[in-house]
């Protein structure tokens, strides 16, 4: 990458990060908050639709998940709260204001340690706070060619936290890196499924690119319309490289501006349209009394922190024993974490469960589109198989095939096994049928004699063959070497 | 009582909307209900409701043509406490649009006429409900009151208005103009009235986030408690210019009668009150600008079919379903929570508004209540401060700063000058209502029930 | 007097269309108010709090229960307009 290269310039990256909170209702009423099947506009009551004379109460359950989340964010929660009013226009935001919270928010000052290339990095939390979410909007064009755009109110009024973060990232690594661990702590901390591609977790980023020899403005790019984490990766280099590219032609710094990241082309669009004045003209929220967050409060929602994604990383390796980069890819997926400590819980050998977990097992689900919760071969399930491979009844090689045809089947290895047949170590078994190929493979005896040692591993596949993969490869190795040698 | 509309209304023009086939329902339902001797007091009394009080299934405009079609599928809170009392509902009463105004001639429909005399206006913005009691178009009502818009005109036509301690009453289902003012008070022939009105609807509401949890007392047996010491405070400023020398005096001579009760008067001062109109008109069109915003076009009331794109469509919606009035108070809201400006009017009303507060708290260490006038004036007639703003602002300059402080006040009718009701208000303590209550019946009492319906003119 | 471009601003602000009489009237009328306002400049405020409620009511919550929602018809029913079981607007660009 240019700016990689490029020593000359300095990266400023900020993250705003908006969570859906996994409360049973909404945040100020009582309208279900598990829209996501629903049909459009069936999970709306007068409150989350804002109509005339409706007041908001504000959901217990979502103030608390929000400390929560500030506590597993080193944040510090200042003794009082309120709510404000944000006042913008715009269809989908269905009081024309937002309920949000402006100069008091549950948390402020924490941060989130990240380690990226070997690196330890600190990066600020600015603050953490609660709001309501809007509509839903969908766009199309009507019979008669008219454009227009439609509202399901099922989504106002959900409740959302924002996180934002210092702008303390220097690289698109970095900020990929802050999203999955706060993702990570979300899904823990079981306050949001923090699912991007559904929406539950959406960031919009803020960047510029500033000489190393000169100050840093003031001024920047807010990067919207990231779906996926990969995408605000590419979005932030692609971003980085553009504003490099403008300083270059001598025309930094770069506007200020909102650009969309559009993911089929690969770059930011700048989204300049009509001019309308912004001024959110924020005020304390009349219809919603100021909260006192008290010393006990706090202290009993920190006794309900679960053990931390980052705590869980560093147990996994230095305790259970595990290599890094297995702690990593179960850490990032609950569920498979889940899978490992259900299935380690009666094994002794930790390692080679996250073996067969991040090979097999990731790969059984992705080509069947499965989550691991929902596999067919169970925790206990790869246990059996893989003691049926200690005891050596089984070998390498067949545990897999046994362990697809679980996975297809939903059969159990002992069954399986038992019509197969088990593996065979008989050495009069094994040499009795590489005789047989032998007899039978004249050319390849004689390919091999002539020192074409490769047809030796055509003759182990036909032994292989006839006992059906059963026989032990070591030992069909061994007697063929000695049969021809 | 529907007989009673329908021959005076055509002059008196109260109501917006009739419902008759549901008060004949109601009516039925009561008369059943009434065979049983412990039926609640309101059961079969037709009472009347301000527009701005959410009704299921009846259109509910809020005095605006932006919601001239509008039918809640919801009731307020206290609509349903009147229904479950067995109360008769007639229809609802017109006002002022989003109850900003003292005339109820900002109505988006039609003015409503004084029934003592119909040139002249009823007092607003509840001035549907009040000419409705006052033309015994309904028995009692219900109205809002943000900045005195119970009391005043209730005072302007003759009858009893009452504003509650600020959380006292529900306001889940009251359409907001000013949310950190508002309240909703019932408009009655005399202060017994407004007892029973007030038991039927006071009381904590879950839906009402800054709703009281304290009990409710019994406020008509609090009637009859002996008001012989009592301190009433008469704060100096209230008496000062602006008066018309006709209110003075008849105000002055009914707080005089209060001492044949045994109540002392006492002198105070209110030293910030000269701030309270600024503070008030700072505060209320500043939350009016955010609680009016969502009045777009798009999910409900009026909008314009003529405008291209969606951001014309709701700001044209706005420009045409808003009278002038509304707009007038959303400009200037806007304005004062407007980047630049926000500190100099909206941040500093609201300090003012703690020192308004101070005044208040301070002058109930020493008196059970205050009285003054409700309104500076009588009756005004029709079309006279319309295109005045500040002298319409004026109207209410004895029952703003109740308001601002939160406290409860009543109005009474004490006399009439130029052959017009005045009101006699008094301010109480937060929850003072049974204090309040109690002189309003005491002076009641000792006036006599001015029997001058014949004075009127339906 | 205020200026013209600030009535513009905050017109632009409260989404409101104004016609130029309107606006002319609506300067006026605005610049009379304030000045009546100024009279709150007079007082000395630096050391007040604010007072946004005047209830003493903290922490009012709820417990994260769920209730009834409206029908969906009575979600749509005043509605200017609707398509399928959708409120309807002239098309938002989707670049905002």
């Known amino acids: 990458m240019a700016a990689r290269a490029n020593g000359g310039y300095q990266v400023v990256i900020g993250l705003e990060v908006h969570a859906q909170l996994l409360t049973e209702s909404k945040m100020f009423c009582a309208c279900s908050s598990r829209y996501a099947d629903a049909p459009p506009n069936t999970v709306v009551c007068p409150i989350c639709l804002g109509m005339p004379g409706v007041l908001p109460v504000i959901n217990e359950q979502a103030v608390e998940m929000t400390i929560l989340t500030g506590l597993a964010l080193n944040c510090r929660i200042p003794s009082h709260a309120k709510f404000d009013r944000k006042n913008y226009a715009y269809p989908d935001l269905m009081k024309w204001y937002q309920i949000s919270q402006y100069d008091l928010p549950f948390c402020v000052g924490g941060h989130l340690d990240v380690t990226v290339d070997g690196i330890n990095r600190r990066l600020g939390i600015t603050r953490v706070h609660l709001e309501e979410d809007t509509a839903r909007m969908i766009h199309g064009r009507d019979e008669t060619g008219e454009d227009y755009s439609l509202l399901d109110v099922n989504r106002s009024g959900a409740p959302l936290m924002e996180i934002v973060s210092e702008p303390d990232m220097k690289t698109a690594a970095e900020a990929r890196e802050y999203l999955m661990s706060l993702r990570n702590i979300l899904v823990y901390l079981d306050v949001s499924t923090a699912n991007m591609q559904e929406g539950a977790f959406r960031c919009d980023a803020n960047i510029s690119v500033w000489p190393r020899d000169g100050e840093i403005g003031n001024s920047k790019v807010e990067v919207k319309n990231m779906n996926s984490f990969r995408s605000v990766y590419r979005a932030l280099e692609f971003e980085e490289e553009r504003q490099i590219a403008v300083w270059e032609s001598g025309e930094g710094p770069p506007e200020q501006e909102t650009r969309g990241w559009h993911e089929a082309s690969g770059t930011t669009v700048s989204q300049r349209t009509k001019e309308y004045a912004h001024d959110y003209r924020y005020f304390a929220e009349p219809d919603l009394p100021p909260l006192v967050l008290d010393k006990a409060w706090v202290d009993d929602i920190a006794a309900r922190m679960p053990e931390l994604p980052s705590v869980l990383e560093t147990r996994l390796i230095e305790t259970v024993g595990i290599r890094a980069d297995d702690a990593r890819q179960l850490i990032n997926n609950r569920e498979l974490l889940r899978y490992f400590e259900k299935a380690t819980a009666g094994y002794g050998d930790p390692q080679r469960v996250a073996n067969w977990i991040t090979r097999d097992l990731v790969k059984a689900l992705g080509d069947a589109g499965a989550s691991p919760s929902e596999s067919p071969v169970g925790p206990g399930d790869l246990i059996e198989l893989l003691k049926l491979e200690d005891s050596n009844r089984v070998s390498g090689k067949m545990a897999r095939d046994i362990f697809r045809t679980m996975f297809e089947t939903g059969r159990s290895a002992a069954d399986i096994v038992a019509q197969q047949g088990e593996q065979i170590t008989d050495q009069d078994e094994i040499r009795q049928a590489v005789r047989k190929a032998i007899q039978e493979n004249p050319k390849a005896v004689a390919d091999f004699q002539a020192g074409k040692t490769q047809a030796a591993g055509f003759l182990v596949g036909q032994v292989m063959r006839a006992t059906r993969g059963r026989a032990n490869p070591a030992r069909v190795n061994e007697l063929i070497a000695a049969e021809l040698g | 009582m529907l007989d009673r509309i329908d021959g005076v209304d055509a002059r008196v023009r109260a109501y917006i909307t009739l419902t008759p086939d549901l008060a004949m329902r109601q009516a039925a339902e009561a008369d059943e209900r009434l065979k049983h001797p412990d039926a609640p007091r309101l059961c079969g009394v037709p009472l009347a409701l301000k527009d701005v009080l959410s009704t299921r299934n009846v259109k509910t405009t809020c005095g605006s043509k932006i919601l001239g079609n509008f039918v809640p599928p919801f009731d307020a809170t206290v609509v349903g406490m009147l229904r479950d009392a067995g109360a008769v509902t007639v229809g609802k009463t017109n006002m002022d649009e989003f109850a900003m105004g003292s005339s109820t001639e900002n109505s988006g429909f039609f003015p409503t006429f004084n029934p003592w005399d119909l040139d002249r206006v009823p007092g607003g913005s509840s001035g549907g409900s009040a000419a409705a009691v006052a033309a015994d178009e309904c028995i009692a009502a219900l109205g809002s009151d943000t900045g005195g818009s119970v009391r005043q005109p209730a005072a302007l036509c003759g009858v009893v208005g009452m504003r509650p301690t600020y959380g006292r009453v529900s306001r889940y289902g009251l359409v907001a103009f000013a949310s950190s003012l508002d309240q909703i008070g019932p408009i009655t022939k005399d202060v017994k009235d407004c007892a029973i009105l007030m038991q039927a609807i006071s009381g904590h509401d879950a839906l009402d986030s800054t709703s009281l949890r304290a009990e409710v007392p019994d406020y008509e047996s609090s009637l009859h408690a002996d008001v012989a010491g009592l301190k009433v405070g008469l704060p100096r400023e209230y008496m000062a210019a602006g008066v018309d020398e006709g209110v003075r005096g008849v105000v002055l001579e009914a707080i005089d009668r209060l001492t044949e009760a045994g109540m002392e008067i006492v002198d105070i001062s209110l030293p910030h009150t000269e701030y309270a109109l600024a503070t008030y008109y700072v505060i209320a069109p500043a939350e009016a600008s955010a609680n009016l915003a969502r009045y777009n076009g798009v999910k409900y009331g009026y909008f314009d079919p003529d405008s291209d794109g969606v951001e014309e469509l709701m700001m044209n919606s706005r420009g045409t379903g808003f009278g002038a009035e509304v707009k007038r108070r959303i400009m200037l809201g806007t304005f004062a929570l407007s980047s630049g400006y926000y500190d100099a009017y909206y941040l500093r009303a609201q300090k003012v508004r703690t020192l308004i507060k101070r005044d208040f708290d301070r002058a109930f260490e020493s008196v059970d209540l205050i009285a003054t006038p409700t309104s500076p004036t009588v009756a005004f007639p029709v079309g006279e401060k319309v295109d005045d703003p500040i002298s319409m602002y004026l109207s209410d300059v004895m029952t703003l700063p109740g308001p601002i402080a939160g406290i409860p006040g009543i109005s009474v009718p004490c006399g009439f000058s130029e052959g017009l009701p005045v009101g006699l208000q008094f301010m109480a303590p937060p929850l003072g209502e049974t204090v309040l209550l109690r002189a309003a019946y005491a002076y009641e009492q000792l006036a006599g029930v001015e029997s001058a319906t014949a004075r009127k003119a339906v | ?96």
């Open chain 3, 1 to 96: 007097m205020l200026d013209p471009e600030v009535v513009e601003h905050v017109s632009q602000l409260a989404r409101l269309t104004l016609s130029d009489e309107e606006k002319d009237k609506m300067r006026v009328e605005l610049s009379k108010t304030l000045e009546h306002f100024r009279a709150l400049s007079e007082l000395d405020t630096s050391a007040l709090p604010p007072t946004a409620q005047v209830i003493p009511i903290e922490n009012n919550m709820r417990e994260d229960a769920v209730g009834d929602c409206l029908p969906k018809d009575d979600v749509l029913a005043n509605a200017p307009r609707t398509r399928g079981d959708y409120i309807r607007v002239p098309a938002v660009l989707k670049a905002f």
